[in-house]
């Protein structure tokens, strides 16, 4: 985005500024040559009608033709010319306004300060590439696609070899081969033995993953099976 309007009170500071520019423009080089009042006005509305749009549109521009915010002679050529272009605009469509409007003696006083003119023109084509320079860099790097890191491959976890659970301060472990099968029960795991029940706060999603393909099965999303707990399969229908 255009560092002169990525904010409305960074775009009112630049309106604020065209116009203190605008009026120090026109009205130091008015009362400089006696030009009359209404010529100073019109001048100043022609010169803030131009400034403000070349000063937005230049850094759409200059942000091609300065990549990576570096200088080369070609570049230094290209805004030698760019800026060529801009006051020849200007001070063309300025020129015209000023012939066909003003009096001939106001025409006359105003051809004897264009040389000024073209000068302060040129000041302030300087002081916008200075102030767009910064931001040309950053704009770059945010064009720029960002170096993606590819991620490594997580070792395969090793299946586990036993369950513990907590009941107050003791824990109990239990051997994979005393499991006949685990059974959810909301959001907690049923561990099935031939000695009872134990509820672990755990997913069946874990143990799934986590117990050895060879020895468990899930045949249920609510139950998971020990294959050597498994004595007939019924087929139903």
């Given at each position: 985005?255009?560092?002169?309007?990525?904010s409305?009170?960074?775009?009112w500071k630049?309106?604020?500024?065209?116009l203190?520019i605008?009026l120090t423009?026109?009205?130091s080089?008015?009362?400089?040559?006696?030009?009359?009042?209404s010529?100073?006005l019109?001048?100043?509305?022609?010169?803030?009608?131009?400034?403000?749009?070349i000063?937005?549109?230049?850094?759409h521009?200059?942000?091609?033709?300065i990549?990576?915010?570096?200088?080369?002679?070609?570049?230094?050529?290209s805004?030698?010319?760019?800026?060529?272009?801009?006051?020849?605009?200007?001070?063309?469509?300025?020129?015209?306004?000023?012939?066909f409007?003003?009096?001939?003696?106001s025409?006359?006083?105003?051809?004897?300060?264009?040389?000024?003119?073209?000068?302060?023109?040129?000041?302030?084509?300087?002081?916008?590439?200075?102030y767009y320079?910064?931001?040309?860099?950053?704009?770059?790097?945010?064009?720029?696609p960002k170096?993606?890191?590819?991620?490594?491959?997580?070792?395969?976890?090793?299946?586990?070899?036993?369950?513990?659970?907590?009941n107050?301060?003791?824990?109990?472990?239990?051997?994979?081969?005393?499991?006949?099968?685990?059974?959810?029960?909301g959001?907690?795991?049923a561990?099935?033995t031939g000695?009872?029940?134990?509820?672990k706060e755990?997913?069946?999603?874990?143990?799934?993953?986590?117990?050895?393909?060879?020895?468990?099965?899930?045949?249920?999303?609510?139950?998971?099976v020990?294959?050597n707990?498994?004595?007939?399969?019924?087929?139903?229908?």
């Amino acid at each position: 985005m255009n560092p002169l309007i990525r904010s409305k009170s960074v775009l009112w500071k630049f309106l604020l500024l065209s116009l203190f520019i605008t009026l120090t423009y026109t009205f130091s080089f008015g009362f400089a040559f006696q030009l009359p009042i209404s010529c100073i006005l019109m001048d100043a509305w022609i010169y803030a009608t131009v400034f403000i749009p070349i000063s937005l549109l230049l850094w759409h521009i200059i942000r091609y033709t300065i990549p990576n915010n570096k200088y080369s002679l070609f570049q230094i050529i290209s805004l030698m010319g760019l800026g060529l272009l801009v006051l020849g605009f200007v001070h063309g469509l300025e020129s015209l306004v000023w012939y066909f409007i003003c009096s001939n003696c106001s025409f006359e006083a105003y051809l004897q300060s264009l040389s000024i003119r073209i000068l302060f023109s040129v000041m302030v084509y300087v002081i916008l590439l200075m102030y767009y320079k910064p931001y040309l860099k950053t704009e770059t790097e945010e064009d720029l696609p960002k170096e993606t890191k590819i991620p490594e491959e997580a070792p395969p976890q090793a299946p586990i070899e036993r369950i513990s659970i907590r009941n107050g301060q003791k824990i109990k472990i239990i051997p994979l081969q005393d499991i006949l099968y685990l059974q959810a029960e909301g959001d907690y795991v049923a561990i099935i033995t031939g000695e009872g029940k134990c509820l672990k706060e755990q997913t069946m999603k874990y143990f799934e993953e986590n117990l050895p393909k060879d020895r468990f099965i899930r045949i249920h999303r609510s139950y998971i099976v020990a294959v050597n707990a498994i004595t007939r399969i019924e087929k139903e229908g």
